[in-house]
């Protein structure tokens, strides 16, 4: 079926490891995202792409990493893990110009 | 600075009742707003959209209300059903469709609808 995936769902890693969340959509949308979802905060904006080769600070950039090679994949990564960093985190992909977005499922980092 | 507040994090609302969650900004550029649900392990989805050329949009049981004086927008779920018990986000955009794609989010309402 067409939409976004997102792996891995959960992960558990330690402080200081490089940890790379995948992003995969079908749709071939121009722009993607990355969001994280943390009690009290709601969804931030992380990263996003308005095309292949064209990435973007949001919100909350400090500590990630994005890159953007191909339409359809956008991964994130944190260079060197911190526990401030645990968190739930959502792709996204805009459906069209009225800023409705398809969010993956969401992938569950948690850092010891 | 949160652009986009959500004074209420959880709202309890018998079944068959209205409810009716709240979502306050403070930007003034903000001119396009959304709604999404959210159920637990699954990202949030798309509900309902209001522009600022508007002050009320409907679609079936959800209505938004927007009210840019006070700078208050709100979603009426009439009747509420079990299956409206979800985390709800407002979020914001300014000039949608003029390369800034970006929403500004919440931080959520947690509904539950009581049988």
């Known amino acids: 079926d067409a939409g976004i995936t997102q792996s891995p769902r959960y992960k558990i890693t330690e402080t200081g490891r490089q940890v790379t969340l995948m992003c995969h959509q079908t749709?071939?949308?121009?722009?993607m995202f990355w969001y994280r979802q943390d009690l009290g905060h709601g969804l931030r904006l992380i990263y996003y792409?308005?095309?292949?080769?064209?990435?973007d600070k949001g919100e909350v950039p400090d500590g990630y990493v994005v890159s953007r090679s191909k339409t359809e994949n956008f991964p994130l990564t944190l260079e060197s893990a911190t526990r401030s960093q645990t968190s739930v985190y959502f792709c996204?992909?805009?459906?069209?110009?009225?800023?409705?977005?398809?969010f993956g499922e969401g992938s569950r980092l948690t850092v010891l | 600075d949160q652009q986009v507040k959500q004074n209420s994090p959880s709202l309890s609302v018998q079944e068959g009742r209205i409810s009716i969650l709240n979502c306050d900004y403070t930007?003034?550029?903000?001119?396009?707003f959304l709604w999404y649900k959210k159920y637990p392990a699954e990202g949030p989805t798309f509900l309902i959209s209001?522009?600022?050329?508007?002050d009320k949009n409907e679609d079936g049981r959800f209505t938004v209300f927007l009210n840019k004086s006070a700078k208050h927008l709100s979603l009426h779920i009439v009747p509420s059903q079990p299956g409206d018990s979800a985390v709800y986000f407002c979020?914001?955009?300014?000039?949608?469709?003029?390369?800034?794609?970006?929403?500004?989010f919440g931080t959520g309402t947690r509904l539950t609808i009581i049988p």
């Open positions: 996204a992909s805009i459906r069209n110009v009225a800023g409705e977005l398809f």
């Open positions: 749709w071939s949308h121009s722009y």
């Open positions: 792409s308005a095309a292949a080769d064209i990435t």
């Open positions: 930007n003034s550029m903000f001119d396009y």
């Open positions: 209001i522009s600022s050329i508007k």
């Open positions: 979020a914001a955009s300014d000039a949608l469709g003029f390369g800034n794609e970006k929403l500004t």
